[in-house]
């Protein structure tokens, strides 16, 4: 066994370089062909992922090797040698063993235990069965592999230890919230109906959000997994809609994930921004086929009580603003707060004009933007808050968050009209928050290359977790106790597979001894007939099973320790002992190699 593997992963490479060095469906066949047209390599697969490189072969020649495997994998995934070499991680023979079921394992995940990767390593194996690439070698790691991965899950609790990278990228999303009670009520939109988004839906059914649009280049492959989505039993309302249509469905979505096979950006920062400046569509209007009414709007209302004034309007920081008279109420008749005329009713008495200097000093507040409220020298908080939800001053619409109205004497009518609003319009669950502003779109790209374009998150209201975060996320999370199980069990399986591949390598020379031992008794028992032609069928077949029983036994004790002595580090020399004891033709040994690659490579071998 000389099996060699080069690769770079996110353990060696910065996510930059993983994207830009990501591969194709096409550039994967093109890579394996290439790989096996070189001269050191005889069978090939390549195991790629959102995180990971890795271009496994069975070599004869170490340095050559690495030099042509390192080479092919700056071709074909286009970033130049001399850059992409410093990031490149090179494992060998019984050390490469122990890094491909490891990953196999969960080990090596961005996310320790994920299971998904198993799926990766099942579709690894199967590329290389169907290009003809995947020799013996080949198939019995990646076939052992998935053994040892399914083992490590079921033996031993690392599941415990991390989760997949969706419901990881979910975790970072919710922030301080549970997955379950963030999702509530949400809507989400997946990118693409390939594997990843496929298991990325299934886990936004299953963690409670209650409507998912999925968006696909094929209509059909969209319309399928909406389809599972709905038979799944979660209650979420799934449905299929065309690329052309992600704008519009960006105003409607709390959360979009996306990971398809794009080699460009699917979301641009515009994309994003113009969704976010529209107004979002309450959850389920889409569907009446018209808008609800509104609720009864009111004239803004200020009130004065004592020295103090209240103005529900977001960015006023007026403090001791008197209007006309201590300990009188007063009714603003019109919604406008800057215009001479605008009417006051104070205490029933009858119209006066606002005084022009509060006026001034009120608009001169909003406009410098400040969002505190001083009432009779308590300073509160003040926060957006949905349409309908609050006090209709001006163009804004606010509230005083945390405070109860009633102990702030608001006695005006907005108070009672956004009470009303509120038991009206469904609320929300709560946000989290980027840099103090409510989240209006969160946002988890798996892509490699990425979807969606980094510079969104310096757009208000965006919060963005792609690989890179995840990455640096990972980093922090504590590792389970189960991890050291798994690695017991990697450490076993590694050395038994490799006993194992050192005994079946010598196992075509004891086959052709075998054969060769055959035929001498072939020859012998012919030879016989010749001088003894008298002998009947019945002493001829006793001559002949005598005969070789003679050489079976003579051959047992050799062949067998032979074998054991393979097995063990250092044997691999004994099967050229072998060949040169009994003068073995070696295009025989050969003959016997080839034959058994070939049962290999049939259909009873395929990854399952």
Request: charged share 20%; with cysteine.
């Amino acid at each position: 066994m000389s099996l060699l593997v080069v690769g770079l992963s996110h353990r060696s490479a910065p996510v930059s370089v993983l994207e830009r060095a990501s591969l194709n469906a096409d550039a994967k066949a093109k890579l394996l062909h290439d790989t096996l047209a070189a001269e050191p390599a005889a069978e090939a697969t390549v195991l790629a992922t959102c995180n990971r490189i890795e271009l496994y072969a069975d070599v004869d020649k170490f340095h050559a090797g690495v030099a042509e495997l390192s080479t092919l994998l700056a071709q074909h995934s286009g970033v130049a040698l001399e850059e992409l070499t410093p990031y490149l991680y090179v494992h060998y023979e019984d050390r490469a063993v122990h890094h491909l079921f490891s990953v196999a394992c969960g080990l090596d995940s961005m996310v320790v235990g994920e299971g998904q990767i198993l799926g990766q390593i099942k579709d690894a194996l199967a590329l290389g069965q169907e290009l003809h690439t995947a020799g013996r070698l080949i198939n019995d790691l990646f076939q052992q592999a998935l053994r040892v991965g399914k083992r490590a899950h079921s033996e031993t609790g690392i599941d415990r230890a991390g989760q997949s990278l969706v419901t990881f990228g979910l975790e970072q999303l919710a922030v301080h919230l549970p997955v379950r009670e963030w999702a509530v009520g949400k809507r989400a939109l997946v990118l693409g109906a390939g594997s990843m988004s496929s298991l990325a839906a299934a886990t936004l059914a299953r963690v409670g959000f209650a409507e998912i649009a999925v968006a696909n280049r094929t209509a059909e492959r969209a319309e399928r997994l909406a389809e599972i989505l709905v038979a799944s039993g979660t209650g979420v309302a799934a449905r299929a809609v065309a690329m052309s249509a992600v704008a519009d469905e960006l105003t409607r979505v709390d959360v979009v994930v996306s990971c398809t096979g794009a080699t460009g950006l699917v979301l641009t920062a515009d994309d994003v921004a113009a969704a976010v400046s529209a107004p979002q569509t309450p959850a389920g209007l889409e569907d009446r086929g018209s808008a609800p009414d509104p609720a009864p709007q009111t004239p803004a209302g200020l009130s004065v009580a004592g020295a103090g004034l209240d103005v529900a309007e977001a960015g006023l920081d007026v403090a001791g603003a008197p209007l006309g008279g201590a300990g009188n109420r007063l009714d603003v008749a019109e919604a406008r707060l800057g215009g001479a005329g605008s009417r006051l009713d104070v205490g029933g008495a009858g119209p006066e004009l606002v005084d022009a200097g509060v006026v001034a000093r009120l608009v001169a507040a909003a406009d410098g933007g400040r969002r505190r409220l001083a009432d009779a020298g308590a300073v509160r908080v003040l926060a957006a808050v949905p349409e309908g939800d609050g006090c209709p001053v001006g163009d804004g619409r606010a509230a005083i968050a945390g405070v109860d109205a009633s102990s702030l004497e608001l006695h005006g009518t907005w108070a009672d009209q956004g009470e009303a609003a509120a038991q009206r319009q469904p609320r929300r669950g709560v946000r989290a928050q980027v840099d103090g502003v409510a989240v209006r779109l969160a946002l988890l790209d798996l892509a490699m290359p990425r979807d969606i374009d980094a510079a969104v998150h310096r757009i208000p209201g965006v919060r963005l977790v792609d690989i890179e975060s995840l990455a640096e996320a990972s980093a922090d999370a504590p590792m389970a106790a189960d991890v050291d199980a798994v690695r017991g069990i990697v450490a076993q399986e590694v050395a038994a597979f490799g006993a194992a591949q050192r005994a079946a390598h010598i196992t075509p020379t004891v086959v052709a001894l075998r054969a060769m031992a055959a035929e001498v008794v072939a020859m012998e028992v012919a030879r016989l007939d010749g001088r003894v032609p008298d002998l009947d069928e019945r002493q001829r077949a006793e001559v002949t099973q005598t005969v070789r029983r003679v050489v079976d036994k003579l051959l047992h004790a050799p062949t067998v320790r032979v074998k054991q002595l393979a097995s063990e580090p250092g044997g691999a020399g004994y099967a050229e002992a072998l060949r040169e004891l009994f003068d073995l033709d070696p295009q025989t040994v050969a003959s016997v190699s080839r034959a058994d690659s070939a049962d290999t490579n049939d259909d009873s071998g395929r990854a399952s």
